[in-house]
């Protein structure tokens, strides 16, 4: 299924930057993925917590309510200084002729376990164009730099 460049949401990125709200992603926070249409328009540089999505989630049998675990969380250091952050087992949903096929990107997001607004937005993909588990199983693979990567 798609392999996905993802876009980091600027509050995220400041968070972690500044050390003010910044979290551990490897060892601490549950990291999911969620499936929006196309009705979503993303704020890269308001949006901050789940409940800034709206009611644009996919719905269709197989879907799992507000995404699926990406798990085994790795964070790597290469020789040159570049840092990458990416999962082993990325978010599946399986094969289902009654699923979705109107998904447009993939958001991830720490899920807390409460309220909406205290899901912290990570990244999210670019637009897919209406894909789906319809048609077959459906994975959201990272491409090949991570969920992302960040230079000295």
């Given at each position: 299924?798609?392999?996905?460049?993802?876009?980091?949401?600027?509050?995220?990125?400041?968070?972690?930057?500044?050390?003010?709200?910044?979290?551990?992603?490897?060892t601490?926070?549950?990291?999911?993925?969620?499936?929006?249409?196309?009705?979503?328009?993303?704020?890269?540089?308001?949006?901050?917590?789940?409940?800034?999505?709206?009611?644009n989630?996919?719905?269709?049998?197989?879907?799992?309510?507000?995404g699926?675990?990406?798990?085994?969380?790795?964070?790597?250091?290469d020789?040159?200084g570049?840092?990458?952050?990416?999962f082993d087992?990325?978010a599946?949903?399986?094969?289902?002729?009654?699923?979705?096929?109107?998904?447009?990107?993939?958001?991830?997001?720490?899920?807390?376990?409460?309220a909406?607004?205290?899901?912290?937005?990570?990244?999210y993909?670019?637009?897919?164009?209406?894909?789906?588990?319809?048609?077959?199983?459906?994975?959201?693979?990272?491409?090949?730099?991570?969920?992302?990567?960040?230079?000295?």
């Amino acid at each position: 299924m798609p392999s996905v460049t993802l876009n980091l949401y600027d509050i995220h990125r400041k968070k972690q930057a500044s050390g003010v709200g910044g979290y551990d992603l490897v060892t601490t926070l549950d990291v999911y993925c969620m499936i929006v249409i196309s009705s979503y328009t993303v704020n890269q540089n308001t949006h901050d917590f789940r409940d800034d999505l709206g009611a644009n989630e996919v719905s269709g049998t197989g879907y799992t309510t507000l995404g699926n675990i990406c798990d085994n969380p790795t964070a790597t250091l290469d020789g040159s200084g570049n840092f990458s952050m990416d999962f082993d087992d990325p978010a599946t949903w399986s094969y289902n002729a009654a699923g979705f096929t109107n998904g447009d990107k993939a958001i991830f997001y720490i899920k807390r376990g409460g309220a909406s607004s205290a899901d912290n937005l990570i990244a999210y993909s670019n637009t897919m164009g209406g894909v789906g588990n319809g048609n077959g199983d459906f994975t959201v693979s990272i491409n090949a730099s991570g969920l992302y990567t960040s230079a000295r």
